[in-house]
């Protein structure tokens, strides 16, 4: 059995499509789960519930931390670490892998301009403080022998199933209704974003590869990484509209956050956006021998899924 813990988003559905290549014994955890295949098991679970968390990990093979909890740090603060406790108690209670989908919000200021898996936990930010405690915990409980575990990293991502992501709601959302695209601060430097298929799959083989564990991996994604104003480029060509952008600045982040809560939690992140951001994949391609989908077939595919 194969469990994937925050089964609705984006990310956990392409994860459950991924799946299907090694197993048919898939259980899918949520409030509210949905089937992405035939024989998916459904598990309805608040995986704020500890109790639940250890059912949902009980009888699993690999368990895979999908999870998105809204986007504030407050609600992060409470929820994260607590999350990641009871699923490494539970995992380790059971003999279950964990596989946890991280972003690489634990990494910090200038460190952002070239990720890799040996790059610092440095935070600059109180979420990316959240995401330093939770990888900490996972890696003292390999180290400790405690469990078997990936910390698998991506970028900002963006893909068909749209739920939540700063790229499609900055382009996309703005292209579609005739408005003009929007980016943070430095629309002019590069910033690597990964497409949600992808990420499923590379999550998926990783899941299922046994000497991949307990080891951090950086999810495949496109070398090239584009600025935010070719990024525009990209969505407005296939979408047949012009390419104009508009920049928000850091202090306009900072002001109009005061009226729109978003833009307020955006404002700590504001150095993913005003220098290069570029995430660097190169161990994982070279060790699948995996060519991730290009940046402008991936927009493409996007588009066409939404129109």
């Not at 405690?133 to 698998?152: C, F, N, P, Q």
């Amino acid at each position: 059995m194969q469990t994937i813990l925050g089964a609705g988003g984006a990310i956990g559905i392409e994860l459950a499509k991924a799946l299907t290549t090694y197993t048919t014994d898939i259980r899918l955890v949520s409030r509210n789960p949905k089937a992405v295949n035939p024989t998916d098991l459904l598990f309805p679970a608040d995986l704020t519930d500890a109790a639940r968390i250890d059912q949902a990990v009980a009888g699993s093979e690999v368990c895979y931390v999908t999870v998105g909890f809204d986007y504030k740090t407050k609600l992060w603060q409470e929820r994260w670490p607590a999350l990641i406790r009871n699923v490494v108690a539970s995992c380790a209670k059971h003999n279950a892998k964990l596989v946890f989908f991280d972003n690489v919000y634990a990494i910090g200021g200038d460190n952002v301009q070239h990720i890799t898996e040996t790059s610092p936990i440095s935070p600059t930010s109180k979420k990316g403080e959240v995401r330093a405690t939770v990888d900490r915990h996972i890696l003292e409980a390999v180290e400790k022998g405690s469990i078997s575990a990936i910390i698998a990293r991506s970028p900002d991502f963006f893909g068909p199933v749209k739920a939540t992501s700063i790229t499609m709601n900055l382009i996309y959302d703005n292209l579609v209704k005739g408005k003009t695209a929007q980016w943070f601060c430095n629309a002019n430097v590069p910033h690597s974003t990964g497409y949600t298929p992808d990420l499923g799959k590379g999550t998926a083989i990783l899941g299922n590869t046994p000497d991949a564990f307990n080891a951090v991996w950086n999810l495949p994604v496109d070398d090239q990484a584009p600025t935010g104003q070719e990024w525009v480029k990209l969505f407005a060509h296939e979408m047949h509209t012009k390419d104009g952008c508009q920049t928000l600045p850091a202090w306009g982040l900072w002001t109009l956050g005061l009226f729109v809560p978003i833009l307020k939690e955006m404002y700590e992140m504001r150095y993913q956006y005003d220098r290069p951001y570029y995430f660097d994949s190169s161990k994982f391609r070279n060790r699948f021998n995996y060519t991730p989908t290009t940046n402008a077939e991936a927009v493409r595919e996007t588009v066409n899924a939404l129109r």
